[in-house]
């Protein structure tokens, strides 16, 4: 599977998607978009891959803009 970043909002809300992406590369990632759309954790729900070792690592959390 290719990588890919899916990024939906919806009412204020803003959902962050990483498919194909692996170890820690996977979580800095997802902090680098976290902190580019300035939002708060709402929900950090990771995919059943998180918890396989060596392999892709992804999650998904939903934000809420902060302005």
Known sequence: MAEEIV????????AIDLNGFHGE????????LVEAVSG???VDKKKADF??????NT?????????
């Open 7 to 14: 990024l939906t909002s919806e009412n204020g809300k803003v």
């Open 51 to 56: 918890y396989k070792p060596a392999l892709k």
């Open 59 to 67: 999650s998904k959390k939903t934000l809420t803009q902060g302005r």
């Open 40 to 42: 708060t954790v709402l």
């Open 25 to 32: 590369g996977c979580h800095a990632l997802q902090q680098a």
